[in-house]
């Protein structure tokens, strides 16, 4: 399998249960590849290079076909390649979520940063964004749930 980084490899960006179940295809063209790379280099790597352990891509890469299965937006930056989601719950070095939301959110550079639901305490994923082209928003938000429908509030 071909390499996006040091660290990351393609079948973890691309991997969904959604797409296999549903069989749907969610091959990335190498322009999203490309934006996989700068995504990698600017924020998994320095993520992965300062927790030093493995860390888990929830949801990379997402067809526009995926996506709508899923109910996610139609301007998603993951249909781009220039979206992650990363969720270290179960995983066993003690890295939380928390602890890398606000790793990226003090120390890196970014264009959305999104604390995915969960509590107070700990989002249940973390959502990470890095614009290719223009200027990074470096906004930070919340995701919540109100009467089913997702919200999203300044973190
Ligand atoms: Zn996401």
Redesign the pocket.
Known sequence: MSKISEHLDLSEVIRSESAKRNGISNMPTEGHIANFKLLAEKVFEPVRNYFRCPIHIS?GYRSIELNKCIGGSTTSQ?CSGE???IDMDGTPNGVTNKMVFNYIKDYLEFDQL?W?FGTDDNPDWV?VSYESTGKQRKQVLKAYKQNGKTNYKTY
Do not use: G, V, Y
């Open positions: 949801s993951h979206a992650i989601d999104i995915e959502h």
